[in-house]
C-alpha cells in the first residue's frame, strides 16, 4: 500500500488532524512514519538522531523533544492529509491549543506501557472542549512489559470514552510482529525495515480470540449506534461495511473512540492507523460550519471554496526571508495578490504568496480553498487569532484561548547597545508565541519576560542567543503571585474632587468590597444604587476604574483577583461629574478599600506527576515534603512508583536536577498548573 496523489482533490478527500501525545509517547515518530510510509520522505528520520521532519528546530533536535507544533502535508488513497505534530511538554501546552482550534480530528498517541499519562489526558480534554474527534493509537507494543488490554483500561478509567478495540496484537512486546484486523478480519504482518504489511488469513492459534474480540466489538457497537443496534438485533452480527460505517459515525458524534496498535519505530502499524484516519476521522465537510460574528449577530460559513473567505491564523513565525502565517481556511478561495480585511486591525492587507507547508520546507501554490491549512507570505498585522475575511463580507472569528504566564524572569542586555535589539528580539519571540508576554517593570525598569514554565524561558532565552545574536543576563525565574480578598469592608465612601479652573472633576461613590464565595479567582461587580443617584453611564465608568485598580494590590503590588464590588450609593454634580472623574473616583476608591480589607497572597501550584524506581520512593515523598508539595496518589507499576502531588510552583525551580540526582537519573516528572494556593504569611 503505497501513497497515490491526484491533481484535484474534493473537500471530502482532505483530512485535518493533529498528534497528541504525552513527552516521549512516540507521537514524532508516528508522524516521521507517516510521511515515510506515504512517500512524502524517502528515509526514516530518527528523534535520537536529530533527523525529524517536523522537529526541525535545532533546540528540538538538541534537547529531543518538540517545542514548536510543525505542520506537514502528504497523500495516503488519493485523500490530501495535512497533519500538525504538537508539542507534549506542559511548558508547550499553548501550542496544543492554538493547533486544535483550526483541526477537524486528532490522533491520540499512547505509550502501550505507560497507559494514559498527564499531558496525554490534558491534550485529551483540550480536545473535548474544541470538540474534535478522535481516534487513539497504542504504541511502543515492542517493549517489555507493553500490554494493549492495560493501556485501554487507563484510557476507559481516567479518561472515560467508550474505547473500540478494532485490532488484536499478533505477538508481544520483543516478538510482537503484527496485528489482526478484527473489522475486515484479516491478519497483517510486517517484516523488519519495512511499513508495508504482508496480508493473510487469521492465524490458526489466534482464530478463537479474534471471534471471542470481534463480538465484543459488535456488541458495543451496537451498543451505541441505533443503525447497528437495528442489524445486530435481525441478524445477530454485523457486516464489516456496517460496522465500519458505525465506527466513522460514532467518531464523528464523540461517542466511542477507535482504538488501534502498533509499534511506530519498527514500522509496525502505521498504515493500518492511516486508512483509520482516511475511514473514520471527519473531513471539513464532516464538521459544523465555522460560526463567526459581524455586529454582534452570529454567521455561519460552510465549507465552500466559492464562499466568502474565513480565514484563522494560528501561528506566527519569522524566518530569514520574511515573515509567515499560518491559516486554516474554513470557507471561500484565498489565492496570491488577494485582498483580504482583517478585522482585528481594522485593516486590508494582501496576499503576497501562498505556501504548501512541509515543515520548514515550502512549496509554493497558487490558491487555497476551504479546508486547506498554508502559510502566507505578506501579512504584517495578523497575529495568532487574528481573522482573515472578504473585504466585502467581514467576520470575526473565536480566536484560540490564550494560557495565563506563571514564571517570570528579569531579562537584560549584556551591553548598552544591545538594549534595543532585545526589546525588538522580545517583541518577534511574543509575536510568534502568544504564550510569552514581555513587560517592563514600572518600579524597577526592569524587562521581564514571563512564560508557561522554566523549560519554555529557557528554550526562548536560548532563542534570543541563537537566532538574534544576544547574550543577556537572566535573574531567578519569579511566580505570578496574586493577591485576594479574605474579609472586605462596608460602606466605604470616598469624594473625587479636583478643582484647577475650567471644568473640574466631582464624583462620590460608596463601595463594598467582599470576597467571592467558596474561594473563586476573578472579578464580579454589580451596581445597588437606586433611584439614578449614579447614571448608568457613571456606573460602567465605576467599574472600568475598579478593574484599573486590581492591577497592582497593596500587599507586593501583585494583581489582585478573588473579590466583588458592590457599588452601593453615590452623588453626582450637575456640571463638574464626568465618566472620567467616575472611573478616577473607582480606581482610588478600591485601592483605599483593599487597604483596609483583610488580604492574603495566592501562589501559583502545579500537579506534579513523578515517576521513580520503587527504591527512591521515599526519598522523593521527603523531598517533596520539604517543598511543601501535598501528595494526593500514588501507584505502582513492575519496578516503579508513580507519585501524583500538588506543589507550590515556586518550589519546583530546579527540581530537575534533584530529582535526577536522588534517583541516579532514573526519576522523571511532568508538571502543569493547576490554579492558586494561599501562600506561607509573609510573602511578598
Keep these: 500500500m503505497r501513497a497515490t496523489t491526484t491533481t484535484t482533490r474534493s473537500l471530502a478527500a482532505v483530512r485535518n488532524l493533529g498528534v497528541l501525545a504525552h513527552v516521549d509517547a512516540g ?9 515515510y510510509a506515504t512517500g512524502s520522505t524517502h528515509k526514516r528520520g530518527e528523534v535520537h538522531d536529530g533527523t525529524t521532519v517536523t522537529d526541525f528546530d535545532p533546540q528540538e533536535r538538541d534537547r529531543g523533544i518538540t517545542i514548536h507544533a510543525a505542520a506537514v502535508s502528504c497523500a495516503w488513497r488519493e485523500h490530501r492529509i495535512n497533519l500538525i505534530d504538537t508539542p507534549g511538554h506542559v511548558d508547550f501546552a499553548d501550542e496544543v491549543e492554538r493547533s486544535l482550534r483550526v483541526l477537524d480530528g486528532a490522533v491520540a498517541v499512547f505509550d502501550a506501557v505507560a497507559g494514559v499519562e498527564p499531558q496525554s489526558e490534558a491534550g485529551w480534554r483540550r480536545a473535548d472542549r474544541h470538540g474534535v474527534p478522535r481516534i487513539a493509537f497504542v504504541n511502543k507494543l515492542d517493549r517489555a512489559g507493553a500490554d494493549l488490554d492495560t493501556a485501554v483500561a487507563s484510557l476507559r478509567d481516567r479518561l472515560h470514552p467508550a474505547p473500540l478495540v478494532v485490532q488484536l496484537p499478533i505477538g508481544a512486546e520483543g ?15 510486517w517484516a523488519d525495515g519495512t511499513p508495508t504489511a504482508v496480508e493473510g488469513p487469521v ?45 466513522r459515525d460514532l467518531t464523528h458524534s464523540g461517542d466511542g473512540v477507535v482504538v488501534l496498535c ?47 473567505l474565513a480565514a484563522l491564523a494560528f501561528k506566527v513565525h519569522a524566518t530569514p526571508t520574511g515573515r509567515l502565517t499560518f491559516l ?19 485593516r486590508t492587507e494582501r496576499i503576497g504568496r501562498v505556501l504548501r507547508v512541509q515543515a520548514d520546507r515550502h512549496t509554493q501554490v497558487d490558491r487555497a ?33 490564550a494560557a495565563e504566564p506563571v514564571v517570570s524572569v528579569a531579562v537584560e542586555a549584556r ?111 454589580r451596581s445597588a444604587v437606586v433611584g439614578g443617584r449614579v447614571p448608568q453611564e457613571y456606573v460602567r465608568a465605576v467599574e472600568a476604574g475598579c478593574r484599573d485598580a486590581l492591577a497592582d494590590g497593596p500587599l507586593g503590588g501583585h494583581p489582585v483577583t478573588g473579590l466583588r464590588v458592590t457599588l452601593t450609593d453615590g452623588a453626582t454634580h450637575v456640571r463638574d461629574s464626568s465618566e472620567m472623574a467616575f472611573r478616577t473616583a473607582g480606581r482610588l476608591a478600591l485601592r483605599a478599600a483593599l487597604r483596609e480589607c483583610a488580604l492574603a497572597v495566592l501562589e501559583p501550584v502545579a500537579e506534579v506527576t513523578v515517576t521513580v524506581p520503587e527504591d527512591a520512593v521515599g526519598a522523593v515523598l521527603g523531598d517533596l515534603a520539604a517543598r511543601r508539595g501535598r501528595v494526593t496518589g500514588s501507584t505502582t507499576r513492575p519496578g516503579t512508583a508513580v507519585v501524583t502531588a500538588t506543589v507550590p510552583l515556586a518550589e519546583l525551580f530546579g527540581y530537575a536536577t534533584r530529582l535526577r540526582g536522588r534517583t541516579r537519573g532514573r526519576g522523571t516528572f511532568t508538571a502543569r498548573p493547576t490554579g492558586y494556593a494561599p501562600a506561607p504569611a509573609g510573602t511578598r
Design 328 to 346: 486554516r481556511v474554513y470557507s471561500g478561495t484565498l489565492g496570491k495578490g488577494d485582498a483580504v480585511w482583517e478585522p482585528g486591525a481594522g
Design 369 to 401: 480553498v476551504a479546508g486547506d491549512i498554508v502559510a502566507v507570505v505578506g501579512l504584517k498585522s495578523a497575529r495568532a487569532g487574528s481573522t482573515l475575511c472578504a473585504p466585502g463580507a467581514p467576520l470575526v472569528l473565536e480566536p484560540p484561548g
Design 175 to 189: 516478538a510482537f510482529t503484527g496485528v489482526v484486523d478484527l473489522v475486515r478480519m484479516r491478519a497483517l504482518v
Design 415 to 525: 551591553t548598552s547597545t544591545g538594549t534595543e535589539r532585545l526589546a525588538a528580539a522580545l517583541a518577534r519571540l511574543t509575536e510568534e508565541d502568544p504564550s510569552l508576554v514581555a513587560r517592563t517593570d514600572p518600579e524597577t525598569g526592569q524587562t521581564v519576560l514571563s512564560g508557561m514554565g522554566e523549560l519554555h524561558l529557557e528554550v526562548a532565552v536560548e532563542k534570543l542567543r541563537r537566532d538574534h545574536g544576544l547574550e543577556a543576563n537572566v535573574g531567578r525565574p519569579r511566580v505570578a503571585y496574586r493577591e485576594t480578598v479574605v474579609r472586605g469592608v462596608s460602606g466605604l465612601v470616598f469624594r473625587h474632587v479636583k478643582q484647577d479652573g475650567g471644568a473640574g472633576q466631582f464624583a462620590h461613590v460608596v463601595l463594598d468590597v467582599a470576597p467571592l464565595d467558596d474561594g473563586a479567582t476573578g472579578f464580579a461587580f
Design 27 to 35: 507521537k514524532t515518530t508516528v508522524t516521521e512514519r507517516i510521511l
Design 203 to 247: 492465524p490458526p492459534g489466534l482464530v478463537a480470540e479474534a471471534l471471542r474480540r470481534r463480538r465484543l466489538l459488535e456488541e458495543a457497537v451496537a451498543e451505541l449506534h441505533p443503525g447497528a443496534l437495528e442489524e445486530f438485533c435481525a441478524t445477530g452480527a454485523l457486516a464489516s461495511r456496517t460496522l465500519a460505517g458505525a465506527l
Design 262 to 308: 502498533g509499534s511506530a519505530y519498527r514500522d509496525r502499524g502505521v498504515e493500518p492507523l492511516l486508512d483509520a484516519v482516511v475511514d473514520y476521522l471527519p473531513s471539513p465537510l464532516d464538521v459544523p460550519a465555522v460560526r463567526g460574528t459581524h455586529d454582534g449577530v452570529e454567521q455561519r460559513r460552510p465549507a465552500d471554496p466559492a464562499a466568502p
